[in-house]
Nanobody, 117 residues
Framework: QVQLVESGGGSVQAGGSLRLSCRAS????????MGWYRQAPGKQRELVAT????????NYADSVKGRFTISRDNAKNTVYLEMNSLNPEDTAVYYC??????????WGQGTQVTVSS
């Protein structure tokens, strides 16, 4: 079992920045790819970014490329999402997830990000 806890959400004006963190606990040695997803009101949950276990392979949604950066610190069992140049369309609940080598998928409880114009 893996538990994920996100933090760092909040309210910011357009053009601002936030840094989200997601700390994993439990069977952390089984975690492979980690990612961030988001869900805006009335919309489906969508991929934001993913990162491989070693951090060398990252993937981003087109809408965040060049503005968001995903990274991870395996010593701290934490994945980060640095978000810059935020705009109101980035407003959503952001969720962290973890894929394990046992093909299990875990989600955090989510953290709200609100960007005002």
């Amino acid at each position: 079992q893996v538990q994920l806890v996100e933090s760092g959400g909040g309210s910011v004006q357009a053009g601002g920045s936030l840094r989200l963190s997601c700390r994993a606990s439990g069977s952390t040695d089984s975690i492979n790819v980690m990612g961030w997803y988001r869900q805006a009101p009335g919309k489906q949950r969508e991929l934001v970014a993913t990162i491989s276990r070693g951090g060398g392979i990252t993937n981003y949604a087109d809408s965040v490329k060049g503005r968001f950066t995903i990274s991870r610190d395996n010593a701290k069992n934490t994945v980060y999402l640095e978000m810059n140049s935020l705009n109101p369309e980035d407003t959503a609940v952001y969720y962290c997830n973890a894929n394990t080598r046992y093909l299990s998928l875990y989600w955090g409880q989510g953290t709200q990000v609100t960007v005002s114009s």
